[in-house]
């Protein structure tokens, strides 16, 4: 279950970032209100899943997962594009978060 909450929270996150963008600095009523909702129940979902996980494997998984899909949502949504570089360090990220929950802690 706290996995779960904690990609429901990465969701909201994500949710709440996007709608950052399309409330034009907060000048939009309607995505300024969906991006402050979206990050209440965001951090809402991530507080109740650290009642059962490791904090640093959490934020760690939390950082690589919405970092790719930040990514992915900006090249698809908003034409923002990467160059070799940036997929590289992305590749990287990812690496990074499958070593850290598979190795990363005591089990």
């Known amino acids: 279950m706290a996995y779960a909450l904690m990609f429901f929270a990465i969701g909201m996150e994500l949710t709440g970032t996007t709608l950052l963008k399309y409330s ?4 939009k009523l309607l ?9 209440f129940i965001c951090f809402f979902s991530f507080s109740r899943a ?12 939390w950082s690589g997962v ?12 908003f034409g923002e594009k990467l160059n070799g570089w ?8 990812i690496i990074g978060c499958i070593i850290l929950n ?5 089990h």
């Open 24 to 27: 034009q600095g907060f000048t």
């Open 31 to 39: 995505p300024t209100i969906g991006c402050l909702v979206s990050y």
């Open 50 to 61: 650290l009642n059962d996980l490791n904090l640093g494997l959490a934020y760690a998984t």
């Open 66 to 77: 919405g970092i790719v899909a930040s990514v992915l949502i900006s090249w698809f949504l």
């Open 86 to 93: 940036g997929i590289l360090a992305v590749a990287m990220i």
């Open 102 to 106: 598979v190795f990363g802690t005591d």
